[in-house]
């Protein structure tokens, strides 16, 4: 079992930048494939990043966001530059067993969630 906890969400200017944290209960933080989703209202959740032995990006943030881990804090980072206002969605952190497995990030399921962070872009 896996608690995660998601912190940095809030109301940026686009153009603006926010830093985005999941603080991950558990001994084997390093053995967990990490990744962020965000959901808009009235949207389906969608992929944003995702980290195993790479990194992965959906094609709307690539270039902007950026994902990294310290397994020591237990802690998954997402690095938001130049956001839009089509950023504007509650992003959720989420963890699976197994950076050994040959499925990417994009594509696998995820078992464990956070409650998500709001994050609102202004124009």
């Known amino acids: 079992q896996v608690q995660l906890v998601e912190s940095g969400g809030g109301l940026v200017q686009a153009g603006g930048s926010l830093r985005l944290s999941c603080a991950a209960s558990g001994r084997t933080f390093s053995s967990y494939v990490m990744g962020w989703f965000r959901q808009a209202p009235g949207k389906e959740r969608e992929f944003v990043a995702g980290?195993?032995?790479?990194?992965y990006y959906a094609d709307s943030v690539k270039g902007r966001f950026t994902i990294s881990r310290d397994n020591a804090k237990n802690t998954v980072y997402l690095q938001m530059n130049s956001l839009k206002p089509e950023d504007t969605a509650t992003y959720y952190c989420a963890a699976v067993r197994g950076r050994s497995s040959p499925i990417p990030p994009p594509l696998r399921t995820y078992d464990y969630w956070g409650q998500g962070t709001q994050v609102t872009v202004s124009s």
């Open positions: 980290m195993s032995g790479s990194t």
